[in-house]
């Protein structure tokens, strides 16, 4: 039972959303990121703790009309369309899948931003940007798919003006000490997903230093966005079942869950191995 991490490639992660995009953002509310609920009482739809998460991380870039915000990995463009209608930023969104571009631009088109928004494709790895183009970087769980966080956070930091702020998410691992079948089981769910191994909490700190970054905030957001996984694994278990032509990504999802003991990767709040950070920082002058 190899426990050795798969590492996804960006044409490897480029390939899987091309794939899938189009459903997991119907699975996801809208977006391809987790939902942010208030607490166990909050029985908000996954529209809405959608655009709250979306909304609370806009807010922490503190843009404005005439800014410039570069969305890293910027999926169907959920995230960069809500940020300009709501702040008039103007923002460049990338991401390494084709497809996600061409939903992207639809969606701007769509929803009347065109003027603010464009979207391309290109890898977070390698920016085509001048050095300190952008006031402003998002990153809304893209790094997930990149095993160099420091290189994805050191390319963000070149195209940044100093003093300009970045806000990202990333999955990090916690709770109890993991047997070797769990650590085997997350394997195979994170390969799945073409994610890469998970980090620890503490070390954004050692990566935002490396990388540039003065850290602002880092907080562990686990708890709001919990009910996200349960979700949407059952929505693509739904899927899988009821679609024989469903997408290879999809059903490699669902055959990754056996190797978890047959159960979904979704347990108590303190049996869970992967937990959801937020971290924000300002680009060092220098
Ligand atoms: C989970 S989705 C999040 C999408 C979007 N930020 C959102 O919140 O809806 C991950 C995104 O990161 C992008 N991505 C992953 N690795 C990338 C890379 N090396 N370069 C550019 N985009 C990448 C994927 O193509 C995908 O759009």
């Given amino acids: 039972m190899s426990t050795t991490p798969v590492l996804p490639t960006p044409d490897e992660v480029g390939a899987f959303y091309d794939q899938v995009n189009h459903?997991?953002?119907?699975?996801l509310g809208g977006s391809m990121h987790y939902g942010y609920w208030h607490g166990p009482d909050d029985d908000s739809g996954f529209r809405e703790a959608s655009e709250r998460f979306t909304s609370i991380m806009v807010d922490k870039l503190r843009v404005g009309p005439g800014d410039l915000v570069l969305d890293v990995g910027c999926g169907t463009g959920g995230p960069a369309t809500q940020l300009a209608r709501t702040t008039g930023a103007r923002v460049v969104g990338i991401s390494i899948s084709a497809k996600d571009v061409e939903l992207a631009t639809a969606r701007a088109a769509a929803e009347g931003v065109s003027d603010l928004v464009r979207f391309q494709r290109a890898n977070a790895l390698d920016l085509p940007f001048d050095a300190g183009a952008f006031d402003a970087a998002l990153a809304f769980e893209s790094i997930v798919h990149i095993p160099?966080?420091?290189?994805?956070?050191?390319?963000?930091a070149r195209v940044l003006k100093p003093?300009?702020?970045?806000?990202?998410?990333?999955a990090f691992q916690r709770g109890p000490e993991m047997t070797q079948a769990d650590r085997f089981g997350l394997m195979k769910v994170l390969a799945a997903w073409r994610a890469a191994p998970l980090v620890g909490f503490d070390d954004y700190l050692d990566f935002a230093r490396e990388a540039g970054f003065e850290t602002e905030e880092l907080s562990d957001v686990s708890a709001n966005t919990k009910p996200t996984n349960a979700k949407v694994f059952e929505a693509i278990f739904?899927?899988?079942r009821e679609h024989?032509?469903?997408?290879?990504?999809?059903v490699e999802i669902v055959d990754s869950v056996p190797h978890f003991g047959g159960e979904l990767p979704v347990g108590e709040d303190d049996e869970?191995?992967?937990?959801?950070?937020?971290?924000?920082?300002?680009?060092r002058a220098g």
Avoid: K, N, S, W
Avoid at 148 to 156: F, G, N, S, Y
Avoid at 244 to 250: I, K, N, Q, R, S
Avoid at 272 to 283: A, N
């Fill in 23 to 27: 459903l997991l953002q119907r699975f």
């Fill in 148 to 156: 160099d966080r420091v290189a994805a956070l050191r390319q963000i």
């Fill in 163 to 170: 003093g300009a702020r970045l806000a990202l998410t990333d």
């Fill in 238 to 240: 739904d899927y899988v």
């Fill in 244 to 250: 024989d032509d469903a997408p290879a990504g999809l």
């Fill in 272 to 283: 869970e191995h992967e937990g959801v950070l937020v971290f924000v920082g300002t680009r």
